[in-house]
């Protein structure tokens, strides 16, 4: 079991710039999420899905899409990078709404 | 607002040493509540999680309190080691969220 996997690892893109995150698991869970991490700061939800083909918003989504097309894959797109989406982005998932396994993050700085 | 508060915002203690970090919530309705372990670069990893009806979980050397009543909770650190140097992080969850801690910084120093 690879658990859950981010790709890339770091990226730096420029202001207006669109990426995608990549997150994928290989444990068959149901639920996945994107968190991002800022300096001094709690891990805050971005989006979530508790399902192929069902998502939805967290805390912070403005700024990022989401889609699950598999149980397997939750990529997080940014539209159009601004600075203050610098920070360290962390996909979860789990077999319950409450238990997170955590991917080893993409830190992602925009300049 | 639901919160999670942590304190100390850091510390440093010697290897061998114990240590005791607290976290104090207002999440309600409550579910459960859960201490994750991140090492520099790393994602956050589970240690204990904690339900209504449960007071204490160990873990190894790492033993998570709750006190649903007053709403705190604390993990307590034996014997530290090198590798305990981390961020240790309190979710605590209901109603289908989760509410994170801005973490503990724990150094533990030769």
């Known amino acids: 079991n690879a658990g859950v996997t981010q790709t890339p690892k770091f990226q730096v893109l420029k202001t207006g710039q669109s990426m995608t995150l990549q997150c994928a698991q290989d444990?068959?869970?149901?639920?996945m999420s994107w968190y991002r991490q800022d300096p001094g700061m709690g891990l805050r939800l971005i989006h979530y899905?508790?399902?192929?083909?069902?998502?939805d918003q967290g805390e912070v989504p403005n700024g990022y899409n989401v889609s699950r097309s598999t149980t397997e894959d939750f990529p997080l797109r940014l539209l159009s990078a601004a600075p203050s989406q610098t920070s360290v982005y962390f996909c979860?998932?789990?077999?319950?709404?409450?238990?997170?396994?955590f991917g080893p993050g993409t830190r992602l700085t925009v300049t | 607002k639901n919160q999670v508060e942590q304190s100390p915002q850091s510390l440093i203690i010697l290897e061998g040493k114990n240590c005791t970090l607290q976290c104090n919530y207002t999440v309600s309705p409550f579910s459960n509540l859960r201490w994750y372990k991140q090492d520099t670069g790393r994602g956050p990893v589970s240690l204990t999680i904690?339900?209504?009806?449960?007071n204490t979980k160990s873990n190894g050397r790492y033993t998570a309190t709750l006190d649903a009543d007053t709403k705190q909770s604390s993990l307590h650190i034996t014997a530290s080691q090198l590798s305990d140097s981390a961020s240790y992080i309190c979710?605590?969850?209901?109603?289908?969220?989760?509410?994170f801690g801005d973490g503990t910084t724990l150094t533990v120093k030769p």
């Open positions: 979710v605590v969850s209901g109603a289908g969220k989760s509410t």
């Open positions: 904690m339900t209504f009806s449960e």
């Open positions: 979860a998932s789990g077999a319950a709404p409450y238990e997170q396994y």
């Open positions: 444990m068959n869970h149901e639920y």
């Open positions: 899905s508790v399902g192929a083909g069902i998502t």
